[in-house]
């Protein structure tokens, strides 16, 4: 709302900020805000728990991790980088490359679309875009829309001898078990055969195989302007 430096902030004012900011973004939008960012970096526990009683679900911090790591937090969910960042490239060719679909992996770039102007450097984002866009195995995707489906794969409900799955959310979830693609539509349970043509047991992967991000093998870039 005001973009203060908010962990310093009463409580009354945070819940104002949030608030004010929400009002501001829902009339434009037309839906509920559910994400945020936290103003010049500025949040405590305290700031967590007033933007969690407001409907927020996720916070971006400032914070540059340099991997492709999914959020443990999501009120804390670091990015991979800034844009201005000299290893954009470097970083944006090893998330490309990576080669093993079995982790979910996101590479997440912040900044502000005013730095392109100030500091004349829109060429940098068009290289960055021209490199990682346009990829068949990248899923390019919203904060909130990650958010959600990571909840949803995170919901799904296995049976004991891991033959069944049932999604009770409303998003449906893609999954590789033993090299086979399944999708686990909203309010589905499915049956997994675990018996290959041969009629030998197959093995799999983890928790009955690994999810996938809607069929891609990684989160796209996640840019935050």
């Known amino acids: 709302y005001s973009h203060p430096t908010i962990a310093r902030c009463p409580a009354t004012q945070i819940y104002r900020e949030i608030l004010e900011d929400k009002k501001g973004w829902e009339s434009v939008m037309k839906a509920p ?61 090893t998330f490309v490359e990576f080669a093993k679909p079995q982790y979910l992996k996101m590479m997440y770039v912040w900044g502000h679309s005013y730095e392109f102007t100030n500091d004349n450097n829109w060429e940098i984002m068009e290289e960055f875009c021209k490199y990682v866009g346009g990829r068949d195995d990248i899923w390019y995707a919203t904060n909130i829309e990650i958010y959600d489906y990571v909840k949803a794969y995170e919901s799904l409900i296995y049976s004991a001898d891991g033959t069944m799955i049932y999604n009770p959310t409303l998003i449906d ?7 086979d693609e399944y999708v686990v ?17 197959k093995t799999t992967t983890g928790k009955l195989g690994y999810k996938t991000f809607k069929g891609k093998k990684y989160f796209g870039f996640q840019p935050d302007f």
């Not at 979830?173 to 090299?179: A, E, K, L």
Request: charged share 30%.
């Open 185 to 201: 539509r909203s309010g589905e349970t499915i049956k997994i055969d675990y018996t290959s043509k041969a009629g030998r047991k």
């Open 173 to 179: 979830v893609w999954m590789h078990i033993d090299g």
């Open 33 to 93: 805000g559910r994400g945020h960012a936290y103003p010049n970096g500025s949040f405590s526990e305290e700031v967590k728990r007033i933007f969690k009683d407001a409907g927020i679900v996720y916070g971006r911090t400032v914070k540059q991790t340099l991997n492709f790591d999914l959020p443990t937090d999501w009120m804390e969910w670091d990015s991979t980088c800034h844009h201005k960042n000299p290893q954009l490239m470097e970083l944006a060719k």
